[in-house]
């Protein structure tokens, strides 16, 4: 994309106008949504942690934060964690997760102190949701698109064991019966 500052402000402003009478606003809508829920982080961080932390995990549907991480930990998947935090999260979370990454000081919201997690309740599901779909308000940006799924899963779990100290890698999922099966069905 090319630098319009040649127009000047008024020109670009005029530009912007047109461009929006043609009915393309999506833009516009997607910057006021981002604003509104940017309220909402930045109240849900000056609350404290606890309220910082309640107010991530309702972001999270109900079934993903009773989800463990299905993969158990090795080795090989706690490298490939590493890796992916080193790539992804480091300018931001910092390279010991405690959010203060050379990005820290140009984010409000700053960016998410994992060590706060610990005894929170925090659970792969969690990390995989966030990770995966990023947190609307803040500059935490989604990964869906850039990591598959295991890979996800592998940073979600380098974060849980080396930040958190604490991980549900491998543990059966919570609330759902090995032998489920639904009323007056299997026969």
């Known amino acids: 994309m090319p630098s319009w500052e040649f127009l000047g402000k008024e020109k670009i402003r005029v530009l912007i106008a047109y461009k929006q009478s043609l009915g393309f606003k999506d833009a516009d809508l997607r910057v006021q949504r981002q604003k509104e829920w940017k309220k909402k982080a930045i109240a849900a961080y000056e609350s404290g942690p606890e309220g910082n932390v309640a107010w991530l995990h309702s972001m999270v549907p ?3 934060r009773k989800l463990p991480n299905p993969y158990p930990t090795t080795d090989a998947g706690l490298k490939r964690g590493h890796k992916i935090f080193q790539s992804f999260c480091i300018g931001c979370h910092g390279p010991v ?8 000081p140009f984010l409000y919201p700053p960016p998410l102190n994992f060590t706060i997690l610990k005894g929170r309740g925090v659970s792969g599901g969690i990390l995989y ?7 609307t308000g803040t500059a935490m940006p989604y990964f869906k698109r850039e990591l598959e799924s295991e890979k996800i899963w592998d940073v979600g779990n380098y974060v849980a064991v080396y930040f958190i100290g604490q991980s549900d890698a491998g543990m059966p999922p919570k609330g759902i019966p090995a032998a489920y099966e639904t009323a007056g069905k299997g026969k």
Do not use: R
């Not at 997760?97 to 820290?104: E, K, L, N, T």
């Not at 949701?129 to 947190?135: A, F, L, V």
């Open 97 to 104: 997760g405690d959010g203060m990454g050379p990005a820290q």
């Open 62 to 64: 109900e079934p993903w």
């Open 129 to 135: 949701y966030q990770i995966m779909n990023g947190i």
